[in-house]
C-alpha cells in the first residue's frame, strides 16, 4: 500500500492512498479519514461508496464527513467506483465503464477482467483496510446515487459484514431504469435473471435486511425519475424493514444535499455501531 | 446580476453569481449562501476572500462554512481572486495574474485596466451584494493564505466596513517575500513605496485595526515560508493590538486546515456582528 497523501484534518488524518488491487487486475485509489480517537484503539469504520462519474475525492473534498467522524469517532472508507487505467475497458459515456462500476462483479466482456467492485470493496479493500488501519469488527454503510444503491445491496449480500445501513438518493431500482438496465446488460450480459440480485428494491424483496436503514432522499432531485425512490420505499413497506426515509423539501441530487444531512448518517452509524 | 446556479444547502440556498463589473471591465462571478434565518429578515455577511488559483469555487465547495453559517445566521460571500477572460491580461505562472488579484487596484500595463480587486471587493460588489441580497449593515471579513492578507489589508484601509476580522494562513508581510514581491512590483510598479499600504504587517503598524483579530495557522504549513507569520506576531505585538492568534500543530495548509477550523471563524464573526 502506498500513501498518496496525509493531511491533519479535525484532529485525525485524511490520507489517500493506492494498492495494486488482485480482484481488479490494477492499481485502485482509496481514502480513509481516521479520526483522533483512533489513537487509543480501533474505532468502528463507515464506507461511503460513491456515485457515477465520481472518485474516492468528491465525497472526500465535499461531503463535510471528517468533523462528524471526529466527533463521533469513526472511521470513513471512501472507494473509488472503479477500476481505471489504460488498460482498462472504458466507454465513452459517463455512466459505463470507468467511473461506473456499479459495485458488481463483472461477467461479461470487456468488463469482466477488471470490474469486480462487488469482490473488490466487500472482500479485498475490507481486508487491507482492517490488516492496516486501527478499525474494530463494526462496519457500517452507506452511499450516495449509484453508491447508495451498492451500500443496500453489499449489506444485503454480506450478512455480517455490515452492522448499520443508510444511503443518499439512492439508485432504488436499476432493473427497472436507464440508471440500471443498461450498466446491468453490459456487466452481467443480456440474460435478466441475472440482475436481479444487483437490485435493492428485489434483493430486499428476496433476502431482506436484518438491521434498520435510513435514506435521504431530495425532492428536487432533478434525477428523481431515473432513481426510481418508489420502488423501495414499496419494498421497505411491503417487507415490513425498519426504516426511516425522509423525503427532503428544495433538496437536490448534489453533494450540497449530502453534506446537508452528512451529520445525521454519521450518527445513525455510529449509534448501531458503537452501540 | 445572472443565477448561475442556487443549490439548497442546510436549509439555506447556496448561490453563484455574475454580473458585468464596472471597476474590473469583465464578468465577474461570485458565490452567496445565505443562510435559512434570512427568510424572516437581513442577517449579517461574512466576505471570505480565497488564495492563489482558486475561484469562488473551492472554498465554497471544500470550507464547509455552509453549515456553520446555517447555525449562527449569517451569509457568506465568495468573491472571485482576480478578473478572468480573454481580454483580460494573464501570465503562465499560477501566482501572476488571473487567479492572483491579490485584492489590489493595479496602476501598470498590462494590469491596470481589468485588475481593480481592491475597488471591486470593498465597494462594487459590496454594493451589489447589499442590493440583492437580505444582509445587514453588519459585514465581517476573513481569507485564506493571499486572501488572508486581503481580509486584513482591506479591513485596515475601509475603516467602517468590516466589524470583524479574521484569517487563516494568511500571507502576512508580502513586501519581504517571494508571494509578494512580484506581484507588487507588477501591479503597482517597480517604487517600493506604492507597496507598503498593501502589506498587512506594515498597514498593521501605519494604520492600525480598531477591533480584535482571529488567526490559525498551521504548524506544518508547506508554504509557512513564504508567509512570513513572524512579521505580523510581531506587528499585533508592537502595535498592542487585541488578537487571538493560534499555531496549530500538525496541520498544513489545505482546506482541511481550513475546514478543520471554519467553525471557529463563523462563530467569532458571528459573536461580534450580531452582538
Not at 199 to 212: F, I, M, Q, V
Given at each position: 500500500?502506498?500513501?498518496?497523501?496525509?493531511?491533519?484534518?479535525?484532529?485525525?488524518?485524511?490520507g489517500v492512498y493506492s494498492h495494486a488491487s488482485e480482484a481488479c487486475a490494477c492499481e485502485m485509489t482509496f481514502?480513509?479519514?481516521?479520526?483522533?480517537?483512533?489513537?487509543?484503539?480501533?474505532?468502528?469504520?463507515?464506507?461511503?461508496?460513491?456515485?457515477?462519474?465520481?472518485?474516492?475525492?468528491?465525497?472526500?473534498?465535499?461531503?463535510?464527513?471528517?468533523?462528524?467522524?471526529?466527533?463521533?469517532?469513526?472511521?470513513?472508507?471512501?472507494?473509488?467506483?472503479?477500476?481505471?487505467?489504460?488498460?482498462?475497458?472504458?466507454?465513452?459515456?459517463?455512466?459505463?465503464?470507468?467511473?461506473?462500476?456499479?459495485?458488481?462483479?463483472?461477467?461479461?466482456?470487456?468488463?469482466?477482467?477488471?470490474?469486480?467492485?462487488?469482490?473488490?470493496?466487500?472482500?479485498?479493500?475490507?481486508?487491507?483496510?482492517?490488516?492496516?488501519?486501527?478499525?474494530?469488527?463494526?462496519?457500517?454503510?452507506?452511499?450516495?446515487?449509484?453508491?447508495?444503491?451498492?451500500?443496500?445491496?453489499?449489506?444485503?449480500?454480506?450478512?455480517?459484514?455490515?452492522?448499520?445501513?443508510?444511503?443518499?438518493?439512492?439508485?432504488?431500482?436499476?432493473?427497472?431504469?436507464?440508471?440500471?438496465?443498461?450498466?446491468?446488460?453490459?456487466?452481467?450480459?443480456?440474460?435478466?435473471?441475472?440482475?436481479?440480485?444487483?437490485?435493492?428494491?428485489?434483493?430486499?424483496?428476496?433476502?431482506?435486511?436484518?438491521?434498520?436503514?435510513?435514506?435521504?432522499?431530495?425532492?428536487?432531485?432533478?434525477?428523481?425519475?431515473?432513481?426510481?425512490?418508489?420502488?423501495?420505499?414499496?419494498?421497505?413497506?411491503?417487507?415490513?424493514t425498519a426504516h426511516s426515509y425522509r423525503l427532503q423539501k428544495g433538496y437536490d441530487h448534489s453533494y450540497y444535499?449530502?453534506?446537508?444531512?452528512?451529520?445525521?448518517?454519521?450518527?445513525?452509524?455510529?449509534?448501531?455501531?458503537?452501540?
Amino acid at each position: 500500500m502506498k500513501i498518496i497523501s496525509e493531511n491533519k484534518a479535525f484532529g485525525g488524518v485524511q490520507g489517500v492512498y493506492s494498492h495494486a488491487s488482485e480482484a481488479c487486475a490494477c492499481e485502485m485509489t482509496f481514502a480513509v479519514y481516521m479520526p483522533p480517537q483512533a489513537e487509543n484503539g480501533p474505532v468502528p469504520v463507515l464506507w461511503y461508496l460513491s456515485g457515477l462519474t465520481c472518485t474516492h475525492e468528491n465525497a472526500m473534498t465535499k461531503a463535510g464527513l471528517q468533523a462528524h467522524a471526529a466527533e463521533f469517532g469513526i472511521a470513513i472508507v471512501l472507494p473509488d467506483t472503479s477500476p481505471r487505467g489504460e488498460s482498462v475497458a472504458n466507454d465513452d459515456a459517463y455512466d459505463l465503464g470507468q467511473g461506473a462500476g456499479f459495485y458488481v462483479n463483472a461477467t461479461q466482456a470487456p468488463w469482466s477482467p477488471n470490474f469486480q467492485m462487488e469482490t473488490y470493496v466487500a472482500s479485498e479493500l475490507r481486508d487491507l483496510v482492517t490488516e492496516k488501519f486501527a478499525v474494530s469488527v463494526h462496519h457500517g454503510i452507506t452511499g450516495h446515487s449509484m453508491g447508495g444503491h451498492g451500500a443496500m445491496t453489499l449489506a444485503m449480500k454480506y450478512p455480517g459484514h455490515y452492522q448499520s445501513l443508510s444511503a443518499f438518493a439512492p439508485i432504488a431500482n436499476p432493473t427497472q431504469s436507464d440508471w440500471g438496465r443498461k450498466q446491468l446488460g453490459a456487466y452481467l450480459g443480456s440474460a435478466e435473471e441475472s440482475w436481479s440480485a444487483n437490485d435493492a428494491s428485489l434483493l430486499l424483496k428476496e433476502r431482506g435486511w436484518s438491521g434498520d436503514i435510513l435514506i435521504d432522499q431530495g425532492a428536487d432531485d432533478q434525477f428523481y425519475d431515473l432513481l426510481k425512490p418508489e420502488s423501495l420505499v414499496t419494498a421497505l413497506v411491503e417487507t415490513k424493514t425498519a426504516h426511516s426515509y425522509r423525503l427532503q423539501k428544495g433538496y437536490d441530487h448534489s453533494y450540497y444535499f449530502v453534506s446537508t444531512f452528512a451529520r445525521d448518517h454519521v450518527a445513525w452509524h455510529a449509534e448501531r455501531l458503537k452501540g
